[in-house]
């Protein structure tokens, strides 16, 4: 049974820095391309950052570019966003998403059950 548990959401003023992380069981971590989308209250869920299975390649939204790095480590299947130069528009449930090869973003194999990301202005 595939999980992909985030933990490390919070409170964090405007300007603050949080790292949220990713655990992922069940599947073979290293085979998987990972990513953090967000959804806010009433908005469509978004794909904030992604990386390759080997952590080799990343995107990211351009609304976090320069502030936000995903990371990845295969050897304890761990999945982190660090976010930094947090603003009130980035409060939003962030989830963990697990893409094998051949599926899109559109549609991600796995999904955890997100954590809240509030920023105080």
């Known amino acids: 049974q595939v999980q992909l548990v985030e933990s490390g959401g919070g409170l964090v003023q405007a300007g603050g820095s949080l790292r949220i992380s990713c655990a992922a069981s069940g599947l073979t971590f290293s085979s998987y391309a990972m990513g953090w989308f967000r959804q806010a209250p009433g908005k469509e869920r978004d794909l904030v950052a992604a990386?390759?299975?080997?952590?080799?390649?990343?995107y990211y939204a351009d609304f976090v570019k320069g502030r936000f790095t995903i990371s990845r480590d295969n050897a304890k299947n761990m999945l982190y966003l660090q976010m930094n130069m947090l603003k009130s528009e980035d409060t939003a449930v962030y989830y963990c998403?697990?893409?094998?090869?051949?599926?899109?973003?559109?549609?991600?194999?796995?999904w955890g059950q997100g954590t809240q990301v509030t920023v105080s202005s």
């Open positions: 998403a697990a893409l094998t090869y051949g599926s899109s973003w559109d549609r991600p194999d796995f």
């Open positions: 990386t390759t299975w080997s952590g080799g390649a990343e």
